[in-house]
């Protein structure tokens, strides 16, 4: 079974300054999907970035950017010019059929 | 942009009765649904895997005669909570992938929040 792995149940961030959370997974498959969801306290689940595996590039939404590294199953979420807005619950998830989720990182955005 | 609508977006019932959850997708065909639970400071954990016009494939552990799930069309999937009990109580969220596109995200709805008295 896959399994999802934030091992960072909070971080905080200093407005304007850069964060990164941190995910690793485990799967025997090569082809799959990665991405982070921001869940604020509406818990709307909002999809920030994607990764195909297949994909060598690392995806880069404006601010967001992740770290992919298929061979170590890791896949960071790097956050520059951190703003207040960004404060929410973070959650990595991997998919191939179903998603599944790992346990989220609250995300605090100190003005 | 992709809309799944699910409703009621809060339900307060008593023990011992049954709740209907609905979720639609409102602008694209959707196969296959899931749907999640969320206890509160958690994740969302996978209950089943809902797909149109076959029974629904669950997660070990979750009662499948406790919670119904009826997909009967390509854009509505329900998950009807039977005899609900206090422990029931949760988040519960469903989200659904458009027909033929298995590189997409999944799109979301924005949630039911379950409590039982």
């Known amino acids: 079974a896959q399994t999802v792995t934030q091992s960072q149940p909070e971080m905080s961030v200093q407005e304007a300054e850069t964060v990164t959370l941190s995910c690793t997974y485990d799967?025997?498959?090569?082809?799959?999907?990665l991405f982070w969801y921001k869940q604020p306290p509406s818990r709307q689940m909002i999809l920030v970035i994607r990764?195909?595996?297949?994909?060598?590039q690392n995806a880069t939404e404006n601010r967001f950017s992740v770290n992919f590294q298929k061979a170590a199953k890791s896949f960071s979420l790097k956050i520059s010019d951190s703003q207040l807005g960004d404060a929410a619950m973070y959650f990595c998830?991997?998919?191939?059929?179903?998603?599944?989720f790992g346990a989220g990182t609250r995300l605090t955005v100190k003005p | 942009g992709a809309v799944v609508s699910q409703h009621p977006s809060r339900v307060i019932c008593k023990s011992g009765t049954s709740v209907k959850i609905e979720c639609r997708s409102l602008?694209?065909?959707?196969?296959?649904m899931f749907w999640y639970r969320q206890f509160p400071k958690q994740s969302l954990m996978l209950m089943a895997t809902?797909?149109?016009?076959?029974?629904?494939?669950?997660e070990q552990g979750v009662e499948k005669d406790k919670f119904l799930i009826n997909h009967a069309s390509l854009t509505l999937s329900t998950l009807t909570v039977t005899s609900a009990h206090p422990e029931d109580s949760s988040f519960y969220i469903c989200?659904?992938?458009?027909?033929?596109?298995?590189?997409?995200?999944?799109?979301f709805g924005n949630g039911t929040r379950l409590t039982v008295t």
């Open positions: 989200s659904a992938r458009s027909l033929g596109a298995h590189n997409s995200p999944l799109h």
């Open positions: 799967t025997s498959e090569s082809d799959y999907y």
């Open positions: 990764q195909e595996a297949y994909k060598q």
């Open positions: 998830a991997y998919r191939r059929n179903d998603m599944r």
């Open positions: 602008d694209f065909q959707a196969t296959t």
């Open positions: 809902s797909n149109e016009g076959s029974k629904a494939t669950y």
